[in-house]
């Protein structure tokens, strides 16, 4: 499971760890990255969740998070997203603003 440091304003450094699921397709569909967390909601995130032309949406909930989703592609952990602004949109989907950095390990 990720760990993921919080700094807010540099006054004040937490970590906590977050039970979710994160496929990503490789680029094979324009939703390249799907989030599924621990109560089964399920959004999707192109390569450019904030912009017009991108995809960052709520798609459903399918109730049992430990199904077999292979067919979303590979399961990643959090740190293992080299796309930043997909990090802040998986962030914030399951309830954590970033006001300053965020540090992966």
């Not at 995130?45 to 995809?55: C, M, N, R, T």
């Not at 602004?85 to 540090?103: C, D, K, Y």
Request: some cysteine; aromatic content about 10%; charged content about 25%.
């Amino acid at each position: 499971m990720p760990k993921i440091y919080r700094h807010y304003n540099k006054r004040y450094a937490g970590s906590l760890t977050i039970n979710m699921k994160i496929h990503d397709n490789e680029g094979k569909t324009w939703d390249r990255y799907t989030l599924i967390t621990k109560d089964g909601s399920v959004y999707g995130f192109s390569e450019s969740p904030f912009s017009p032309q991108g995809y960052n949406q709520y798609c459903g909930n399918i109730g049992d998070p430990n199904g077999d989703f292979e067919h979303l592609g590979e399961e990643l952990e959090l740190n293992e997203i080299k796309n930043t602004e997909v990090i802040i949109a998986i962030l914030r989907r399951i309830g954590i603003i970033i006001t300053g950095e965020i540090q992966l390990s």
